[in-house]
């Protein structure tokens, strides 16, 4: 069984940072791509990085890049989503995500919410003005 649990969200002021955490359990390598969402209450969920699970190249929003950092710790089981410069606008419910068996020959640059077979519980982040 696929366990997603995320960590590291909360409040801070714009221009600040925080590091996001995802503990995985039970994700195999029928998983090709890991993930983070986040969504906005009323909004639409928005992928914000992606990343393959077995190494290679990572992919980001447009609004997100140059600020966002998504890495992963193989030994520990752990996805990262490293976040700087943070705006008011970076103000969201962030998801861990990853991909299953039938998104197998899905690039990861072009996974998108559907693609997707497991999800974390989400992770607060808030920034203030």
């Known amino acids: 069984q696929v366990r997603l649990v995320e960590s590291g969200g909360g409040s801070v002021q714009a221009g600040g940072s925080l590091r996001l955490a995802c503990t995985t359990s039970?994700?195999?390598?029928?998983?090709?791509?890991m993930a983070w969402f986040r969504r906005v209450e009323g909004k639409e969920r928005e992928v914000v990085a992606r990343?393959?699970?077995?190494?290679?190249?990572?992919y980001y929003v447009d609004s997100v890049k140059g600020r966002f950092i998504i890495s992963q710790d193989s030994a520990k089981n752990t996805l990262y989503l490293q976040m700087y410069n943070l705006k008011p606008e970076d103000t969201a419910m962030y998801y861990c995500?990853?991909?299953?068996?039938?998104?197998?020959?899905?690039?990861?640059?072009?996974?998108?919410?559907?693609?997707?077979?497991?999800w974390g519980l989400g992770t607060q982040v808030t920034v203030a003005p």
């Open positions: 995500a990853a991909t299953g068996p039938r998104a197998r020959s899905v690039p990861c640059y072009s996974a998108t919410g559907r693609d997707i077979d497991y």
């Open positions: 990343i393959y699970r077995r190494g290679g190249n990572d």
């Open positions: 039970g994700v195999t390598d029928s998983s090709r791509c």
